[in-house]
């Protein structure tokens, strides 16, 4: 038992500097310098675009999963308005590729655990650091293509408008 309360104490530590390190990191990314549509951030084929994602049930669990962004003011945060802006979307996208990189630099990371906590547990913890940080990966990679379809949608409607001189038409099936 004690062994496992030194493990779990020296787990914390690293826990709460790989946090600390992983946000300052994050928030220092230039969004300007992200390009959605290219590697690491463009869908593989395999993904289909996230609907592999699907057969996990992604869907269903990824908003019962803690989101740093409800809990620290300064984080861009990770729902839409009711009527968004291409601008808005396309930042959700760049935040939502931020967040992906951030995990996978917290999964590598992870082998630095064994570093400090010898033996079982040093093990065992690492297997579930890296293990952890992977759903937050997998829901990144799930909403980016679909917001990256809304952006474009976005973006179209928001053209169409700037050419028609930026009056809204009115839908002919009104009902007055």
Same mark, same amino acid.
């Given at each position: ?5 030194s493990?779990? #104490? ?6 709460c #500097?790989?946090?600390?390190?992983? %946000? ?8 300007? =310098?992200? %390009? #959605?549509?290219?590697?690491? !951030? $463009? ?5 289909? *675009?996230? *609907?592999v994602?699907? @057969?996990? /049930? ?13 809990? +620290? $003011?300064f984080?861009?945060?990770? =729902? ?5 802006t291409?601008? =808005? ?9 931020? $967040? ?15 570093c400090?906590i ?5 093990? $065992? ?15 990144? /990679?799930? %909403? /980016?293509?679909? +917001?990256?379809?809304? !952006? ?6 928001? @053209?169409?408008?700037r050419e028609?001189?930026?009056?809204? /038409?009115?839908?002919? *099936? #009104?009902?007055?």
């Amino acid at each position: 038992m004690r062994d496992f309360l030194s493990a779990f #104490i020296q787990l914390l530590i690293f826990v709460c #500097i790989t946090g600390l390190v992983s %946000n300052i990191v994050g928030y220092l990314v230039p969004r300007d =310098q992200i %390009n #959605i549509n290219a590697f690491p !951030y $463009a869908s593989f084929a395999w993904e289909k *675009d996230g *609907d592999v994602y699907r @057969s996990i /049930r992604v869907n269903k669990w990824k908003k019962k999963l803690p989101d740093m962004s409800k809990h +620290l $003011a300064f984080l861009y945060p990770k =729902q839409l308005t009711f009527h968004p802006t291409s601008e =808005q979307v396309e930042r959700l996208i760049k935040e939502s590729c931020v $967040a992906e990189f951030v995990h996978i630099m917290l999964i590598a990371a992870g082998p630095l655990i064994s570093c400090f906590i010898d033996g079982f547990w040093g093990d $065992a913890f690492t297997f579930m650091y890296m293990l952890g940080n992977m759903p937050f990966v997998i829901i990144q /990679r799930y %909403n /980016r293509p679909t +917001l990256k379809t809304l !952006y474009i949608q976005l973006m179209e409607r928001e @053209s169409k408008l700037r050419e028609s001189g930026g009056k809204k /038409r009115e839908s002919a *099936d #009104i009902v007055m």
